[in-house]
C-alpha cells in the first residue's frame, strides 16, 4: 500500500485550502456569532462544483474519487465545519442516494440543478420517535390515485432551512417490518411541505438546521426512489457513504484545533519560555498528531474500499467512529492548552470544540458505529 498521495490529491488539497482560507476564514467568526447561512460563499462555490462532486459528469458533476472526495470536505472542516457539513450532506446522503438508486428520469431531472448548486439537498430521516431506530419512523405516505400523500415530522434536519430537494423516509404498507419504509423526492414549494425555525445550536451554527413538517403533501408516484419498501436499503447505503464525509468533517476540526495548538505552544510564553519547551504540554501535542494521522489513515481506507466496490460499510463506521471521537478529545486537549484563552470566542478553539461534539451524534451516533462494527465482526467466519 502507497501512503503517499498521489499529485491529484495533492492538486486538490491544496485549491480547496486555498479557497477555504481566502474566501471562508475571512467571514467565519461572524457566521459563527450570528448562525447565518452564508449565500455568498454558496455562490462562489457553485461554479466550481463543489455541489456535483461525486455525481457524474453526464449530469454535470466532478465525478471525483472517494479519496478526493475526503480530502476536500476535510480541508472545508478544517476552516468552517459548518460549511463542511452543508457540503457533505448535499452530495453524501441527498445526491449520492439518487446517483444509485434513481431512474433515468429522475437522475435527469433532478442531478443537474443539485450538482450546479442550484438546489441544496437535504436527508430527512430522524423523527422524535425516531433517529437511532430508523424503524420508528411514523411519517407516512399513501397512494392515492397517480400521488402519494405525505403526512408527518422530520426533525434536527441538516440544510433544512436552505433545502430545495429532499429525502424524505416515510411509512409504506407492507407486512414485513424491513419493506415498511420508503423514499421520496420532495421539492421545496410542493403544497403542504413547510419548514420550521432554525434551530439555535451549540456548533454548527452557520449551518440552518430546522424542523421539516409534511399535510397532506402530495408528490407524483413517480417521485418514489427504487421500489417501494426500499427505505431501509438506500438509508444504510447514504449512510455508509455521508459517515466518510462526516469522518473526513470531524477530522478536519480536529487538524485545525492541532495547528491552532502547535502555533500558540511555540508563542505562549510561561515562566520566560515557550509553554512548547513543557513537557506535558508537548505530550499533548504528540498524542493530537498521532491520533489526527490514525484517523486519516482509517479515513482513506474506508475511501478507497469504496472506489474499489468492495463492502465498506465496517470501514465507514471505523473511520466516523474514530475520526468524531478524535475530534473532541483532541479540541478538548486544544481548548486546555490555550488556557482561559481558549474559553474564549476571540480564539477558534472554542468554536473547534463545540463544533466537534456533534460528529459524534449525526449520521449515527457512536453507540450506533459501534453496533455496525460488532455485527461485521460477528458476521465473519471464525
Known sequence: MDFNPCMKHKVVRKFVRDFSETEIA??????????????EIIEKMRPLNF????????????????????????ELSRVSAA???????HNSVGAYPLVKFGTASQKKRFLPPLARG????????TEANAGSDAGGVETHAALIEDHYVIN???????????????????????????????????????????????????????????SLFFEDCRVPKEN?????????KIGLDALDTGRIGIAAQALGIAQ???????????????????????QTIQNYLADMATEVDAGRLLLYRAAAYKDSGRPFGAEAAKAKLFCSKLATRVTNLA??????????????????????????????TSEVQQMVIARHLLAEPT
Not at 52 to 58: D, E, I, S, T, Y
Not at 59 to 71: H, K, L, M, R, T
Not at 83 to 89: A, D, E, F, P
Open 26 to 39: 475571512p467571514l467565519v467568526y461572524d457566521l459563527d456569532r450570528e448562525a447565518r447561512f452564508p449565500w
Open 51 to 74: 455541489f456535483g462532486l461525486q455525481v457524474p459528469r453526464a449530469y454535470g458533476g466532478a465525478e471525483v474519487d472517494s479519496i478526493s472526495y475526503a480530502i476536500i470536505i476535510e
Open 83 to 89: 460549511i463542511g457539513l452543508c457540503v457533505s450532506v
Open 118 to 125: 442550484e438546489q441544496i439537498g437535504a436527508f430527512c430521516l
Open 152 to 210: 408527518g415530522t422530520k426533525i434536527f434536519v441538516t440544510n433544512g432551512g436552505v433545502c430545495g430537494t429532499t429525502l424524505i423516509f416515510a411509512k409504506t404498507p407492507a407486512e414485513d417490518r424491513r419493506k415498511q419504509n420508503s423514499v421520496f423526492i420532495v421539492e421545496q414549494g410542493t403544497p403542504g411541505f413547510s419548514v420550521g425555525e432554525i434551530e439555535d445550536l451549540c456548533g454548527m451554527r452557520a449551518n440552518p438546521v430546522s
Open 224 to 232: 418514489l426512489l427504487g421500489h417501494l419498501g426500499d427505505g431501509l
Open 256 to 278: 485545525a484545533a492541532l495547528d491552532a495548538s502547535v502555533k500558540y505552544a511555540k508563542e505562549r510564553q510561561q515562566f520566560r519560555k515557550p509553554i512548547s519547551s513543557f
Open 335 to 364: 481548548v486546555q492548552i490555550h488556557g482561559g484563552y481558549g474559553y474564549s470566542k476571540e480564539y477558534d478553539v472554542e468554536r473547534y470544540f463545540r463544533d466537534a461534539k456533534v460528529t459524534e451524534i449525526y449520521e449515527g
